[in-house]
């Protein structure tokens, strides 16, 4: 069975700081691999997606993340921090193998500090 | 069309009530997804469609749970004699077909709550 697991529940930076968000992942085929934001009260937004070729993929908002499939990881990154980053972050995989569905994770919330 | 539309937004219901939610899709998308979410938790499926037809159900989808999409356009999601535990987020995705490479768009939701 296919699972996702984001180890940091809260997360707390300071404004201009740098951001790693954890993810690990299980899945029994070639993964892909999403990040999706939350904010208050609103839907999902897709963060940037991996489904093969270069590892570091690049996303929206600033943000990058790097698949090591020798550590089941897809970690979220931003080199600088804005206020307005302040949000749930939800990392999901799916893929063919596990049908058309994602598994997401906990979800890890940000806070950020001015 | 600019996005995946919820209605309603909040409801509130008494236990036992039957409740239907709606989703809107992006309207050419022919992929549409049923998630819940409950506090502190990443969405789970529920269920999937493809145009008209329910591909996929999640075991979290009981028997006093009932989908539908009847023209391959809105759909609906029916819970009957609601519990307290069916408190949550249901949210509402669609995509294109494809690969996967296609990104799933999320709704804003509905949120449940059973008084």
């Known amino acids: 069975a296919q699972s996702v697991t984001q180890p940091d529940i809260h997360i707390t930076v300071s404004e201009g700081a740098s951001l790693e968000l954890r993810c690990n992942y299980s899945y029994g085929a070639t993964p892909y691999l999403f990040w999706y934001v939350q904010s208050p009260g609103q839907g999902l937004q897709l963060l940037l997606k991996?489904?093969?070729?270069?590892?570091l993929v690049q996303g929206i908002k600033g943000f990058e993340a790097e698949f090591k499939r020798s550590q089941s990881s897809f970690n979220l990154r931003k080199p600088s921090v804005h206020w307005s980053d302040a949000a749930e972050y939800f990392c999901?995989?799916?893929?063919?193998?596990?049908?058309?569905?994602?598994?997401f994770g906990t979800g890890t919330q940000l806070k950020v500090e001015l | 069309d600019t996005g995946v539309s919820q209605n309603p937004r909040h409801k509130i219901t008494k236990r036992g009530q039957n409740v239907t939610f709606r989703c809107d899709p992006i309207s050419e998308h022919n992929r549409l997804y049923w998630y819940r979410q409950t506090l502190g938790q990443g969405p789970e499926f529920l269920t999937y469609f493809q145009n008209e037809a329910q591909l996929e159900k999640s075991r979290l989808l009981s028997d006093r749970f009932s989908a539908e999409r009847p023209k391959g356009s809105f759909s609906t999601l029916e819970i009957q004699r609601t519990e307290q535990g069916d408190s949550a987020m249901y949210l509402c995705?669609?995509?294109?077909?494809?690969?996967?490479?296609?990104?799933?768009?999320f709704g804003q939701g509905t949120r449940l709550t059973v008084v």
């Open positions: 995705a669609s995509s294109p077909q494809g690969s996967w490479s296609a990104e799933a768009f």
């Open positions: 999901a995989v799916g893929g063919t193998g596990g049908g058309n569905k994602l598994t």
């Open positions: 991996y489904f093969s070729g270069d590892t």
